[in-house]
């Protein structure tokens, strides 16, 4: 019988209830394995801020968004904090056998510092950005590309009515996949991602082209983590950071709102669709890949296969190497934006 602690951590998103749920379903269904909840990430364990969690108090919250845990973007490691000795001390008075932190790059990074501290780990991947490695797909990721898309698809009619360029920021740090799949889902005239700096006069060329062949609006994609290309356009960068030291993101919108106005006399507008896009309800998809990664991780736990990370590889759930899942980020297939390209315009 093992004692497992559960918590989220990092960015939110749609299905983090789905694998809580999910795991306490999986170890106390057949068996008597019991589940602790640490509150808002790796904060609950540095201030010991836990609940039991039972098959009562995960019931109804597999189609819930966020997160009944809470989470934070808390680092046990940033600004001197004793964060190792302060995890173990609560750990063993919960008397915790095994963690299953569930969370992104930073989030999981922890984790594999924990594993190698001789702290019992498997990881759950999460980000609705789905850019970690290991992994095929995350959760969440299939919800933020059904909003976007919806989004798109009401912008079209706005766009096309006032003969308007419509440019859409959303999110993806270092990966443009929520803009891509969207952008394809959605019929985008442009897409904007980190992967590809951008040259500001050739997205107004290609509009331009697009107007003189009749066309009298457009839709542009970009995806907050996008870039120009050194030295073609002056961007404003914030200069606040999380815990981990990223960067917070956001507004790049509103520079190409300006720029493709200004450069081509096309009326403009700008939506950023920010943290709507990890709001809400998951969509079906997400709902039943977070519900096999949280049986998967109860299981690995049971197993003993500590250090790894529940992955989708093909239509599979697997158990990857943590430290290998975590070594780089995953990055948009060029195949996928050759395939987006063919639309543009
Ligand atoms: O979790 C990933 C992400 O959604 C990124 O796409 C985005 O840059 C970031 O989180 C936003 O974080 P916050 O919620 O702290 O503003």
Not at 86 to 99: N, Y
Not at 131 to 140: E, M, S
Not at 178 to 189: N, P, Q, S, W
Not at 321 to 328: F, G, K, P, T, V
């Amino acid at each position: 019988m093992a004692r497992i602690g559960l918590l989220t951590g990092g960015g939110d998103c749609p299905g983090l209830n789905a694998v809580i749920r999910a795991a306490v379903r999986r170890g106390l269904s057949a068996e008597t394995h019991s589940f602790v909840g640490f509150r808002n990430g790796w904060a609950g364990l540095l201030q010991d801020e836990a609940s039991e969690l039972t098959l009562q108090s995960t019931v109804g919250i597999l189609p819930r968004g966020g997160t009944i845990l809470g989470t934070s973007r808390t680092n046990p490691f940033a600004g001197g904090n004793d964060g190792l000795d302060r995890i173990r001390r609560t750990l063993s008075a919960h008397g915790v056998d095994a963690l299953i932190p569930i969370g992104g790059e930073d989030t999981l990074g922890v984790a594999l510092r924990l594993h190698r501290e001789g702290i019992p780990v498997v990881g759950v991947p999460k980000t609705i950005d789905n850019d970690l490695g290991g992994t095929d797909v995350t959760f969440g990721f299939q919800t933020a590309v059904q909003i976007v898309t919806d989004a798109i698809d009401r912008l079209h009619t706005t766009a096309e009515s006032h003969h308007r360029v419509m440019v859409v920021e959303v999110m993806g740090r270092h990966a443009g996949w929520i803009a891509t799949h969207a952008g394809i889902a959605g019929g985008a005239d442009a897409i904007l991602v980190p992967e590809r700096p951008f040259d500001i006069e050739e997205v107004c060329a290609h509009l331009r082209r697009r107007h003189e062949r009749g066309r009298t609006f457009s839709i542009v994609v970009v995806a907050e983590g996008a870039v120009p290309l050194q030295g073609t356009l002056q961007t404003v960068a914030g200069t606040a950071t999380d815990a981990f030291g990223h960067r917070r993101l956001g507004g790049i919108g509103v520079t190409l709102e300006q720029e493709i106005e200004a450069r081509t006399g096309y009326e403009s507008r700008v939506t950023i669709l920010g943290h709507v896009q990890r709001g809400g309800t998951p969509v079906a998809f997400d709902r039943v890949l977070a519900t096999r990664f949280g049986v998967a991780a109860v299981e690995a736990v049971i197993g003993g296969r500590f250090g790894t990370m529940v992955a989708l590889r093909a239509t599979e759930i697997v158990e990857v190497d943590l430290e290998q899942a975590l070594r780089s980020p995953k990055l948009l297939d060029p195949t996928l934006y050759q395939t987006a390209e063919l639309f543009f315009g």
